[in-house]
């Protein structure tokens, strides 16, 4: 640790930004200004946990950054430490609105501990080795279909006999990829109860099958525990206001998890099909002038409150609303 100590140093609360890269983490320490940079490693967090050990640390920030962040989050909340991963998007913007214009790891640190000191972003505990592994395949087979419809619309473009070949049997090594990782998605969620349980809530919902159900299951583990407006901000599925003055702007969605997005995408558009409810729930939103993505936004949205209070009340779906007690 190097950086100046206040005198009232065990008095204040202090808040720890850390920028996580594959190699080390740059840590700061506010208000102590205190910096660190240890290895992203057992044993540089295991040494970081003992400096932390000895200042009181209300909360630990860090950056969402897919599979870097993860050791620093279990290691840390291991050690009794509450750690909050944020959305690399809101610290930005943070970064932004304080006029930090400039980017490196050490400044960085020192935005997320700011960051955390006012806006107190809610901790969490870190999921499960079962969890991030379902996660991981699921995110796999997320990319091997996106690849199969880029190879597809090259495909359809080719004027080459032997690229259109080349291109065939590449799609068709792919679909036989995304087979084998749909099936280690089912072994996985077979062998956890709690897991099993979710995924049979979740597909009695109509237009929920079991991939969106298993992107559900691994990519929303809050679900069931939030309200309906926290869950859906988590998905990034609530409409932001645009007002100013006496003008009212159009509401727009952003941020929150795009791949969890990307998979209610596909269950609204089947639950528009296939059910008569979701079905005049967006024909009720034509009436009123809606453009087409906002109604399937607006059913997204709707699929996933529904989710969330079934799983918080452990009843799976029915056309019919529960009997009252």
Known sequence: MQGKVMPNEAESEVYVGIDVCKAWLDVYLHPIGQIARVANSEAGLEALARKLAGHPVTLVVMEATGKLHRLAHRVLH????????VNPYRARRFAE?????????????RILALFAAKHHPRASPPASAHIAELQEIVLARQSA??????LANRKASSESRFLAAELTRRI???KAHIKSLEGEIRRLIAADPDLVRRFAILTSIPGIG??????????????GTLGGKQ???????????????AQRGQRHIQGGRAHVRAALYFAAVTAVRKDSGFASFARRLEGVGKA?????????????????????????WSPLPPASA
């Not at 609105?97 to 640190?109: P, S």
């Not at 079991?210 to 679900?223: F, H, P, Q, R, Y």
């Not at 859906?232 to 645009?242: D, Q, Y």
């Not at 709707?302 to 009340?313: E, F, G, H, P, S």
């Open 97 to 109: 609105a304080l006029g930090q214009l400039a980017k490196t790891d050490r400044l960085d640190a």
């Open 292 to 316: 087409p993505k906002l109604i399937l936004a607006a059913v997204m949205r709707k699929l996933l409150v529904l989710a969330n209070t079934l799983i918080a009340q452990n009843r799976t």
């Open 231 to 245: 869950i859906a901000a988590l998905a990034g599925l609530a409409p932001m206001n645009r007002d100013s003055g």
């Open 78 to 85: 291991a050690r009794g430490l509450r750690v909050a991963v």
């Open 172 to 174: 068709d090594e792919i």
């Open 210 to 223: 079991t991939i969106v159900a298993a992107s559900l299951v691994a990519g929303l583990a809050e679900i």
């Open 145 to 150: 279909v996106a690849e199969t419809v880029a």
